[in-house]
């Protein structure tokens, strides 16, 4: 729980995982519009926790590239659930149909997909 003691550290591993992102002015047009105080504070914990890394970004010099490390990609199957079950219990979920559908179908297959793509 020290963590993942709020939502935000969630919703920052989910960008990372399903939504593209790895820049921190990407995280800040989530439409949960976390506060700039509130995401340093989270990456740096998920960093100091070997959830997530950060690098220079090669294409630009002045920016850093955070990615999920393994320990931080092994969060998949938590994540899904999650996701599942949001979409189960939550009518307004954002969760999308064709993702809650392949998760339901065969999970085993789509977390081998996140995986990969992750690596």
């Given at each position: ?23 921190y ?37 002045s ?15 938590l994540?899904?659930?999650?996701i599942?079950?949001?979409?189960k ?9 064709d993702?809650v ?19």
């Open positions: 729980m020290e963590i993942f003691g709020d939502r935000w550290a969630l919703l920052i591993i989910r960008d990372l995982m399903f939504k593209g992102k790895s820049h002015g990407e995280f800040l047009t989530s439409e949960e519009k976390i506060a700039t105080n509130i995401l340093a504070d989270r990456l740096q914990i998920l960093e100091q926790n070997n959830i997530i890394s950060k690098k220079p970004d090669p294409a630009h010099g920016k850093w590239l955070y990615q999920l490390t393994k320990k931080g990609a092994d969060l998949a199957p994540l899904v659930e999650i599942v079950w949001s979409a219990y939550d009518k307004k979920t954002a969760a999308d149909k993702f559908a392949a998760a339901t179908a065969n999970r085993a297959e789509l977390l081998s997909q996140i995986k990969k793509k992750l690596q």
